[in-house]
């Protein structure tokens, strides 16, 4: 069966610092994907990653696949109180989810 | 472009009846995609929907029904409500074409008592 494991699955960070947020899976896949949810609402497209070596930026959140290593990471650069949400990544089989990352960004 | 639209937004329910939820996907869509989501299980997925044909399943107990209908408009069932039913249900479009991501509608909180 498909495992998708985040961690950490809490993060609690200082504006302007730098994190990284693991996604392993244990399955063969080409296509991963991160979604933001903040609280009370649904969730956000943030990447398609669809390739072995894929990375895609967008404003602070930097995303990359390895799929030799079925792992992607979610990179946070300079964190401001905005980015604080629960992060998701999902495989593509199935669409599975991972547990999500609560991260809070603290002054 | 109007996003993925579910009906109700609430709902509560007592044990042992049954609930038909709604979803509209982005028009163009043909992927529908249902979720549970529970603060304990987290998201689960249930099953998907394209051109009115079920594609893939999650595991959860028969009592879980879904249906695509032309317009891509798609209704999931839950029949002899459980307490444990009680979540947030997710309903998600796509175009199903390669790099195309889900876009999610806002649920439906559905509280068994």
């Known amino acids: 069966e498909l495992k998708v494991e985040q961690n950490p699955l809490f993060l609690s960070m200082q504006e302007g610092k730098n994190y990284t947020i693991y996604c392993n899976y244990s399955t063969t896949s080409d296509r991963l994907y991160w979604y933001r949810q903040d609280p009370g609402k649904s969730l956000e497209s943030l990447f398609v990653?669809?390739?072995?070596?894929a990375v895609k930026q967008e404003g602070r959140l930097m995303a990359s696949l390895d799929t030799k290593a079925r792992l992607s990471t979610l990179h946070i650069t300079a964190a401001v109180h905005d980015l604080s949400a629960t992060y998701f990544c999902?495989?593509?089989?199935?669409?599975?989810f991972g547990a999500g990352t609560r991260l809070t960004v603290k002054p | 472009k109007a996003g993925v639209t579910q009906t109700p937004r609430y709902l509560i329910k007592t044990r042992g009846q049954q609930v038909t939820l709604s979803c509209s996907p982005i028009s163009g869509h043909r992927s529908v995609s249902w979720y549970q989501q529970t603060p304990g299980q987290g998201l689960q997925f249930l099953f998907e929907?394209?051109?009115?044909?079920?594609?893939n399943k999650g595991n959860f107990p028969g009592r879980f029904s879904g249906r695509q209908f032309s317009n891509s408009r798609s209704e999931m069932n839950v029949s002899t409500l459980e307490l444990g039913d009680s979540a947030l249900y997710l309903c998600?479009?796509?175009?199903?074409?390669?790099?195309?991501?889900?876009?999610f509608g806002n649920g439906t909180r559905l509280t068994v008592t």
């Open positions: 998600a479009s796509s175009l199903a074409l390669g790099d195309s991501p889900l876009h």
């Open positions: 929907y394209f051109s009115e044909t079920q594609r």
């Open positions: 999902a495989v593509e089989y199935d669409m599975r």
């Open positions: 990653l669809l390739s072995n070596g």
